[in-house]
Nanobody, 116 residues
């Protein structure tokens, strides 16, 4: 059974930092592209960042470029999203996604709230 479990969300002040984790079980990260998406209230889900499967190619949305960093620890089968210089507009539920040629899986999401 495949599971993606996000953690690390919470409340942060503007300018602060959080690190999200996506722990995978039932699949090997090297076989999947892993992405972080977010959905704010009343808005569509949007892609934030992703990292390739066997090659560590990364992508960042313009809105987070230079502030967020995605990384992968194959030994722990976990992907991280380091979020620095947080802004109120980063407030959303963040979801982890694993995608291969034939399969796609989603985590349950973790809430990130940026507020003073």
């Amino acid at each position: 059974q495949v599971q993606l479990v996000e953690s690390g969300g919470g409340l942060a002040q503007p300018g602060g930092s959080l690190r999200l984790s996506c722990a995978a079980s039932g699949l090997t990260l090297d076989n999947y592209a892993i992405g972080w998406f977010r959905q704010a209230p009343g808005k569509e889900r949007e892609g934030v960042s992703c990292i390739g499967s066997s090659v560590d190619i990364t992508y960042y949305a313009d809105s987070v470029k230079g502030r967020f960093t995605i990384s992968k620890d194959n030994a722990k089968n976990t992907v991280y999203l380091q979020m620095n210089s947080l802004k109120p507009e980063d407030t959303a539920v963040y979801y982890c996604n694993a995608e291969s040629r034939f399969y796609q899986y989603w985590g349950q999401g973790t809430q990130v709230t940026v507020s003073s």
